[in-house]
């Protein structure tokens, strides 16, 4: 634990446990996206299917870099995570994101996409309100993964016709802003 | 269609079996069925068998979440209840 980095959280007046909690829901939440999305992405053939594999892969990865860089903070916070995997997928903060009953229906399987990247930008603007002026090392990372999460949300929302964001695919390496804390 | 009060709402707070039911604008949804209420709790901050009129304006979604589940009542008190203070 970073004992002053954490009492100065609490100076600030955030409920440090309270936030150990999100976060750690939320890198549950990263981790099983990243498993679901496996699942997903296997499934997403044919002509329709093909066209959206490799954004899903890139949310897949960047998803486990979310998961990757949660971690250290939680440690720094005085939290940890589940020795028990199980647990840990149960405490998501977002429902599963599982294949639809119907593998071949790649709408459904988008529809799956987008309500995983909603759940997750809902849940990094939550801790963005909490952290905000107050917890500025977890705030700058909450904004970093927010900001990846919201383009995820603008690819797979682009295929489902719901309107242009203005978005190109990644092009180059993956977490363009989360990968200052992967290093 | 059931009329809660603010008492009788606490008791359906998602806990030991109960279902997890919350108020808001004077109608009472069955949140039990939801992934993101499970044990009454939401985000580790809200409880269920609360008014959530007010508090919901705070949060990073809209009513509309919450209009995919069924209303199992109204909330006596109308509109304007009161807000989640207080744990059940």
Known sequence: MAKVAREMVERAGVDVDTLVELLIKNAAAELTTYYYYTILRVNLIGLQGESLKEIAEVARIEDRNHFEALVPRIYELGGKLPQDMVEFHNLSACPPARLPEDPSDVMAILRVLVEAERCAVRGYTHICNLTAGKDHRTYDLALAILNEEIEHESWFSEFLGEGPSGHFMRRGETSPFVSKFLR | ?88
């Open chain 2, 1 to 88: 269609m059931r009329e809660f009060t603010l008492r009788e709402l606490v008791r359906f707070n998602g806990q030991d079996g109960r279902p997890a039911y919350v108020a808001y604008q004077g109608k009472v949804y069955d949140l039990t069925g939801s992934f993101l209420w499970r044990g009454g709790r939401h985000q580790v901050l809200h409880r269920a068998g609360q008014d959530l009129t007010r508090t919901l304006g705070q949060a990073p979604h809209g009513p509309e979440l919450l209009e995919k589940f069924p209303v199992v009542g109204t909330l006596k008190g109308g509109e304007d209840a009161e807000d989640d203070r207080g744990e059940p």
